[in-house]
């Protein structure tokens, strides 16, 4: 690690001017070891909770709160090996399309709303109406259209999911410096260049915040979507089993659902380090200045 | 006039005239008249106080803003747009260099948005990095180099496409003074092995002497050419052997006087 940093050419040179006598390989290295031990601690604090509801739970008889060695195989026979495989391919497939169709969107109609300043000023008050409007509102509406099959909980993520990230692109545009805007025509872009090389690596920052934001929505509006109407889903298992007063079912539903939320999350985080490599890299160096 | 060179001038300001519209109506106006010619290879440079309409006159040199009067030639036609014959430096180089790229990356990019072809980049690239003294550092991102590294950056992404005129906005004011010497010194140089035209803007007198063949004065805003001075000192120049120059601290007076009367 630290020899590979050190092998950047001209990263290991003393930063004049600013911080003689600090430099960048050393810093990559604290900011490992911090990232490292970030990690260690949240992944004891997450064995401990476990560890305290598994023995907690273990000599539980009530049927509402049954023990977590029970979850846990309840949830290998249903989820991993057993019939509610389907429910967690279909949850996952709306979700996965969904979220792709408002994520792509949201960077689409956000930077051509910024390039179209007069559409932008008209729209703007709308976008923020809909932005603030409870999603799950719209169900009854978008199923009236779309009816209750895969189609409507696609509508419905994508719809819910692509506020954050569009007004996020919007404000993350509006919000680049008018020097790399100069720079950007000073080495003779093209206005389609301009955009897709300088504007938007430049407010990617904020469009990364926007996409996290409409991860999370977009898995809130996948369950909702589930228990509303339909027949498939890990939402709606969930439902049918507590609706069936299988429990163990409910909890296992549940558990799912955490460890999608879990790995959807994760999955984000080590596709967001790699992206902004540059823009964590940079911040920490401003700091130090 | 130094200079009644045969060719055409490589950029031509005619009363020119810049105001930026205010809040309330009407126009605060940076630039009032300003007229004046720079010859090809020559070194130009521009002082005048803060806020005398420096930047705003690079602007309208570059083509990145347009006069409210008055005309801006480059090579004889007027501006319209930044032209692939010029090069642009800005004084913040932490806003100007692109940070999701490497140094490399910049350079490629201005290279690209010319229309470079691909095979020949690389070697573009390694050129311009080579004449900054950069040669090592393509793989590093600019923020990860010092000030004076990261304004060479600038001006090799600035050289990479060969321009005719390059011009530079206090390129040198945000490093400290040892650096800045070094800075003055490398594009001194890299001027000589370009042969490009340059059009430096300054606050700093004894700067603009050191580098210049004529030192245009800016009155304090809004923004008139209030004097042209040639500097007849020789070439090439030294840190330490030029500034000792008895014409050297002449210049140095004169300049200082118009600056201050003020
Ligand atoms: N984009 C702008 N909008 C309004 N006023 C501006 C703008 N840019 C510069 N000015 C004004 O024009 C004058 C000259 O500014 P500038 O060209 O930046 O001067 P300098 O570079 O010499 O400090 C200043 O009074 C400044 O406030
Ligand atoms: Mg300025």
Same mark, same amino acid.
């Given at each position: 690690m630290r020899g590979e940093a050190d092998a950047e050419p001209g990263a290991g040179r003393a930063r004049a001017g600013t911080a003689p006598a600090s430099t960048a390989?050393?810093?990559?290295?604290?900011?490992?070891?911090?990232?490292?031990?970030?990690?260690?601690t949240r992944a004891w604090l997450f064995a401990a909770l476990i560890g305290a509801w598994w023995a907690w739970s273990a000599g539980s008889t009530s049927v509402y709160f049954p023990p977590l060695a029970k979850i846990v195989r309840t949830l290998w026979a249903q989820w991993a090996v057993g019939p509610a495989r389907a429910q967690l391919g279909s949850s996952l497939e709306h979700l996965v399309l969904g979220y792709a169709i408002a994520g792509l969107a949201g960077i689409g109609i956000g930077a051509l709303l910024w390039s179209l300043r007069y559409l932008r000023e008209a729209t703007s008050p709308y976008l923020y109406f809909l932005y603030v409007l409870?999603?799950?509102?719209?169900?009854?509406?978008?199923?009236?259209?779309?009816?209750?099959?895969?189609?409507?909980?696609?509508?419905?993520?994508?719809?819910?999911?692509?506020?954050?990230?569009?007004?996020?692109?919007?404000?993350?545009?509006?919000g680049v410096d008018a020097v790399k805007l100069d720079t950007a025509r000073a080495l003779g872009m093209s206005g389609a260049r301009r955009t897709l090389a300088v504007v938007l690596p430049a407010a990617a920052p904020q469009v990364v915040a926007g996409l996290r934001n409409s991860l999370q929505v977009s898995i809130i509006l996948m369950v909702v979507s589930e228990w509303v109407a339909s027949t498939g889903g890990i939402g709606y298992y969930i439902v049918t089993a507590q609706?069936?007063?299988?429990?163990?079912?409910?909890?296992?539903?549940?558990?799912?659902?955490?460890?999608?939320?879990?790995?959807?999350?994760?999955?984000?985080?080590?596709?967001?380090?790699?992206?902004?490599?540059?823009?964590?890299?940079?911040?920490?160096?401003?700091?130090?200045? | 006039m130094m200079g009644q060179a045969p060719q055409p001038p490589v950029v031509a300001l005619k009363g020119v005239r810049k105001g930026y519209p205010l809040r309330g109506g009407g126009q605060r106006l940076a630039l009032a008249d300003v007229t004046f010619d720079v010859a090809r290879g020559e070194f130009a440079c521009v002082v005048g106080p803060s806020g005398a309409g420096k930047t705003t006159l690079l602007?309208?040199?570059?083509?990145?803003?347009?006069?409210?009067?008055? !005309? $801006?030639? #480059?090579?004889?036609?007027?501006?319209?747009?930044?032209?692939?014959g010029v090069g642009v430096v800005f004084q913040d180089y932490g806003r100007s260099l692109f940070p999701w790229l490497t140094v490399r990356g910049n350079v490629d990019l201005a290279l690209k948005a010319r229309g470079v072809a691909r095979d020949s980049r690389?070697?573009?690239?390694?050129?311009?990095?080579?004449?900054?003294g950069l040669a090592d550092a393509g793989r590093s991102y600019p923020w990860q180099l010092s000030g004076g590294m990261q304004q060479r950056v600038a001006i090799a992404r600035a050289l990479a496409c060969r321009p005719d005129l390059l011009l530079m906005d206090e390129p040198f004011a945000s490093v400290d003074a040892q650096t800045r010497f070094g800075l003055e010194d490398l594009i001194l140089r890299v001027r000589?092995?370009?042969?490009? !035209? $340059?059009? #430096?803007?300054?606050?700093?007198?004894?700067?603009?002497?050191?580098?210049?063949?004529?030192?245009?004065?800016?009155?304090?805003?809004p923004g008139v050419v209030s004097e042209v001075i040639d500097i007849a000192l020789p070439r090439p120049?030294?840190?330490?052997?030029?500034?000792?120059?008895?014409?050297?601290?002449?210049?140095?007076?004169?300049?200082?006087?118009?600056?201050?009367?003020?």
């Open positions: 390989p050393a810093s990559t290295v604290r900011a490992a070891s911090r990232v490292a031990g970030r990690a260690a409870p999603a799950p509102v719209l169900v009854p509406a978008v199923i009236t259209v779309f009816g209750i099959g895969a189609a409507m909980k696609v509508v419905i993520i994508a719809f819910a999911a692509v506020w954050p990230t569009l007004l996020n692109t919007l404000d993350g545009m509006r609706e069936s007063f299988d429990y163990l079912g409910m909890w296992s539903g549940i558990l799912m659902l955490a460890i999608v939320g879990g790995a959807a999350n994760l999955l984000f985080v080590l596709a967001e380090n790699r992206l902004l490599y540059w823009h964590y890299g940079a911040r920490a160096v401003e700091g130090r200045a | 602007r309208c040199l570059a083509g990145l803003a347009m006069p409210t009067s008055g !005309t $801006v030639e #480059f090579e004889g036609t007027p501006l319209r747009q930044v032209p692939a690389p070697a573009r690239i390694a050129e311009v990095l080579a004449s900054v000589e092995e370009f042969g490009v !035209t $340059v059009v #430096f803007v300054t606050h700093d007198i004894d700067e603009a002497v050191y580098l210049a063949d004529r030192v245009i004065v800016l009155s304090a805003s120049r030294d840190q330490v052997a030029t500034k000792r120059d008895e014409t050297f601290a002449a210049y140095r007076e004169h300049l200082l006087g118009l600056v201050m009367t003020r």
